[in-house]
């Protein structure tokens, strides 16, 4: 188990330099190469300790944004990744399911059930009236929209997420040095994929040509694939127990 500054450290004793090195102009080169290494990590694959249930505001009109998603019952704000799946709350508060779609697909639906999709002229009884459909909510990017509108309600989404992790930050450095899952289970592969990132400055190896060391990236490789193997068995991923 390590903690970020003891990362931090072992990365600053590869390039034989003092810790207080890696800051540059300001600028925490650890830091910054390890929160890059670690977004491209959650970029490429999908970890199940970052699944969290979130709650959105969806005006019944404007809609809503994923940027505003915050974990169910805090007002702590959430970094939507991807959604896995969408439901309301009862008056009990469990969670029930909705239908749910992005803005094309159920373009789609709506052209399936009224062939008729095309009205001849803007006073039509199909483009005037209410939409004959299952009530949803519409993703497009970052926008959930509910369909039909709704001008009498708001509703609280739900939804089932796989997020990003908040920045590392310089107060993660200090005082008790912050230790999460990515620096217990996967120390390898943000300290050796941190000295890729920050050899660009260095230069203690050089890629394709003789240097002083061979680029450890391999070694990187290693830990980020150990890490997703032990993060996709620890909730039985792609495994459903029916009744």
Known sequence: MANLLEIKTAVANYFEKAVADLTVL????????ANQVRRQAELLHDFEFQRKVVTLSVNGVTGGSLSSAVLYGTATACDVKSVIDCGLFDS???????EWTT???GLERQRGDNR?????????DW???????IGRFEFAGDTVYRFPRDGSNNFTLGMEVYAFQTDWAAGDLAGTPLT?????YAAQYIQWASIVQINHLFKSFVFRQEGN???????????LAAFVEWDAYRLEQN????R
């Open 26 to 33: 300001s600028q925490d080169l650890f830091l910054f190469a």
């Open 103 to 105: 803005v094309a697909e």
């Open 180 to 184: 999460d899952t990515w620096t217990k």
């Open 213 to 223: 060391l061979t680029p450890p990236d391999k070694l990187a490789e290693s830990g």
């Open 116 to 124: 008729m999709t095309n009205p001849r002229y803007p006073t039509d």
């Open 239 to 242: 495994r459903r127990h029916n």
């Open 92 to 98: 009990e508060y469990n969670f029930r399911p909705v």
């Open 127 to 133: 483009f005037v009236g209410q939409p004959n459909a």
